[in-house]
């Protein structure tokens, strides 16, 4: 190391702020998001592993809550969306979606099998990852979503 020299600031390559490196950029696509076999949990491509382990370990208390029992696969994915929108906005940091069967629908089917795929889709942009919540909270009828910063 003798000789060596600093470089210059101009030379020097700064890596971006953490906020630019979290945010995906206006307009861009939802980041790509790593599912499990059965898609009952997710993480978008630049979270980590543990931070998902802790999500599924409660590691991040749920700061509200959203109950889907007896709507429709409609109204689910609105109030879903919503609900991602105003906490994000909010500030919160981990939310948590109750989910239950769908009533109503010609689709039929239960929520819990649909809400993991508009959570990597339409809302992939502000969820970071999601996965089953623990047994005080819903166990499998319940996810926590963790969110993006606002």
Same mark, same amino acid.
């Given at each position: 190391?003798?000789?060596?020299?600093?470089?210059?600031? $101009?030379? !020097?390559?700064?890596?971006?702020?953490?906020?630019? =490196?979290?945010?995906? +950029? %206006? *307009?861009?696509? /939802? @980041?790509?998001?790593?599912?499990?076999?059965?898609?009952? $949990?997710? !993480?978008?491509?630049?979270?980590?592993?543990?931070? =998902?382990?802790?999500? +599924? %370990? *409660?590691?991040? /208390? @749920?700061?509200?809550?959203?109950?889907?029992?007896?709507?429709?696969?409609?109204?689910?994915?609105?109030r879903?969306?919503s609900?991602v929108?105003?906490?994000?906005?909010?500030?919160?940091?981990?939310?948590?979606?109750?989910?239950?069967?769908?009533?109503?629908?010609?689709?039929?089917?239960?929520?819990?099998?649909?809400?993991p795929?508009?959570?990597?889709?339409?809302?992939?942009?502000?969820?970071?990852?999601?996965?089953?919540?623990?047994?005080?909270?819903?166990?499998?009828?319940?996810?926590?979503?963790?969110?993006?910063?606002?």
């Amino acid at each position: 190391m003798s000789g060596a020299e600093p470089l210059s600031n $101009r030379e !020097r390559v700064r890596p971006p702020a953490a906020a630019e =490196a979290v945010r995906p +950029a %206006a *307009g861009s696509p /939802p @980041p790509a998001f790593s599912l499990s076999e059965d898609g009952s $949990r997710g !993480r978008a491509a630049d979270v980590s592993r543990k931070t =998902a382990r802790e999500l +599924a %370990a *409660g590691a991040f /208390p @749920p700061r509200a809550t959203l109950d889907l029992h007896r709507l429709t696969l409609e109204a689910a994915r609105d109030r879903v969306a919503s609900f991602v929108a105003v906490s994000r906005t909010a500030g919160h940091r981990c939310v948590l979606i109750v989910t239950g069967l769908a009533e109503r629908s010609p689709a039929g089917g239960r929520l819990r099998d649909h809400v993991p795929g508009w959570l990597s889709g339409p809302l992939g942009g502000s969820v970071l990852a999601f996965a089953p919540a623990r047994a005080e909270h819903g166990g499998a009828g319940a996810l926590y979503v963790l969110l993006r910063d606002p």
